[in-house]
Antibody, heavy 118, light 113 residues
Framework: EVQLVESGGGLVQPGGSLRLSCAASGFTFSSHWMHWVRQVPGSRPVWVSR????????NYTDSVKGRFTVSRDNARNTVYLQMNSLRVEDTGIYYC???????????WGQGTLVIVSS | DIVVTQSPDSLAVSLGERATITCKSS????????????LAWYQQKPGQPPKLLIY???TRESGVPDRLSGSGSGTDFTLTISSLQAEDVAVYYCQQYYRIPHTFGRGTKLEIK
């Protein structure tokens, strides 16, 4: 059974940092691109970032470029999102999701909540 | 960024009746090299992450009931539920994955009339 479990969220002040983790199991992790998506409850999901199978290519939405870094450790079956210089507008539930190869997102974790507030 | 516009914002349909949600993209999502439309549909229920229903605009994900179907090409797409069931109550989102960033529509809340 495919499972994605996010962790690392919490309350942080503007300008602070957090590192999110997403532990994957139940599939060959190194065969899939992985994505991060943010959602404020009651609003649409916002695609944030993705990383390729090898961890050598990454893409970001403009609002997080230069502040967020996505990476992965295929030996640990884990994808990370390092978030620096956090802003209030970064608040939301952060989901990691598996790229099914189509490349729609065929499995999602339950998410981890990030609140940026003073 | 590619803008995807969903309509309606909310929809109330009687059990057993048809529900139709539309998604319009600001540019074509049809990739000429493979003749595929880079559009997906997701269903989200309260307290849960989105669930993939349809990809390539019309390919049903494994396990998705065949009363749900996707159609369209280029810039205009439709998600149809042919006979609404109680378990279909949810918010539905379309998403384009033609170009980074992979943008989502603002969602359609589907309820029972």
């Amino acid at each position: 059974e495919v499972q994605l479990v996010e962790s690392g969220g919490g309350l942080v002040q503007p300008g602070g940092s957090l590192r999110l983790s997403c532990a994957a199991s139940g599939f060959t992790f190194s065969s899939h691109w992985m994505h991060w998506v943010r959602q404020v409850p009651g609003s649409r999901p916002v695609w944030v970032s993705r990383v390729n199978k090898e961890g050598t290519i990454s893409n970001y939405t403009d609002s997080v470029k230069g502040r967020f870094t996505v990476s992965r450790d295929n030996a640990r079956n884990t994808v990370y999102l390092q978030m620096n210089s956090l802003r209030v507008e970064d608040t939301g539930i952060y989901y990691c999701a598996r790229d099914g190869g189509e490349p729609s997102l065929d499995y999602w974790g339950q998410g981890t909540l990030v609140i940026v507030s003073s | 960024d590619i803008v995807v516009t969903q309509s309606p914002d909310s929809l109330a349909v009687s059990l057993g009746e048809r529900a139709t949600i539309t998604c319009k993209s600001s540019q074509s999502l049809l990739y000429s090299t493979n003749n595929k439309n880079y559009l997906a549909w997701y269903q989200q229920k309260p307290g849960q992450p989105p669930k993939l229903l349809i990809y390539w605009a019309s390919t049903r994900e494994s396990g998705v009931p065949d009363r749900l179907s996707g159609s369209g090409s280029g810039t205009d797409f439709t998600l149809t539920i042919s006979s609404l069931q109680a378990e279909d109550v949810a918010v539905y989102y379309c998403q384009q994955y033609y170009r980074i960033p992979h943008t989502f529509g603002r969602g359609t809340k589907l309820e029972i009339k």
